[in-house]
């Protein structure tokens, strides 16, 4: 499964102000250090409230919204070292500096430099 498309379901926004879609999607395999995660759990915060209202200059539609996840890694591309299909992860959205002393323990959630 890990060079295969895979179909899902996600909740679509089309476009601003307007209802969610549950849609089947195809997602991709991951490419070279990527990782595919099938998500568990998931929260739709003001972030993303705030994207879907049309008010956020940075949103941009269709999207799926719900950054604040919980998963399990499906497959990882090539090079990917620290993961494997099995762990369970919470993925981030934002980069990681890999200097900070955060970065360099297991919190790099904290990061201090990207901030």
Known sequence: MANEVIKCKAAVAWEAGKPLSIEEIEVAPPKAHEVR??????????????????????????????????????????????????????????????ECKFCLNPKTNLCQKIR
Do not use: M, N, R, W
């Open 37 to 98: 995660i099938k998500i568990i759990a998931t929260a739709v915060c003001h972030t993303d409230a705030y994207t879907l209202s049309g008010a956020d200059p940075e949103g941009c539609f269709p999207v799926i919204l719900g950054h604040e996840g919980a998963g399990i890694v499906e497959s990882v591309g090539e090079g990917v070292t620290k993961l494997k299909a099995g762990d369970t992860v919470i993925p981030l959205y934002i980069p990681q500096c890999g």
